[in-house]
């Protein structure tokens, strides 16, 4: 059930919906912390692949940055 994004899935999305799945899952890692400091969480694991989700995205947004990989949009031009 606690699996994350796959990279290839993120690839397929537009620069702004990375950066609004983004705030989801800052979000959602939020309201984990603070779940496990209330003593509320039941799945530990959670946390980590929503801070790893987190991380595969800004990966994403750099390498299409640094111009290593293209967006979506960027095969059609």
Known sequence: MATGTPAA???E???EE???KV???KEELFNLRFQM???QLDNNRRLRVVR???SRIY???RERELGLA???EGDVA
Do not use: F, K, N, Q
Request: hydrophobic share 40%; no cysteine.
């Open 13 to 15: 999305l537009s620069d």
């Open 37 to 39: 400091a209330t003593g």
């Open 9 to 11: 899935e993120l690839r």
């Open 70 to 72: 293209t967006g979506p």
């Open 59 to 61: 990966t994403i947004m």
């Open 52 to 54: 790893h989700d987190i």
């Open 18 to 20: 990375l950066v609004a």
């Open 23 to 25: 705030r989801e899952s």
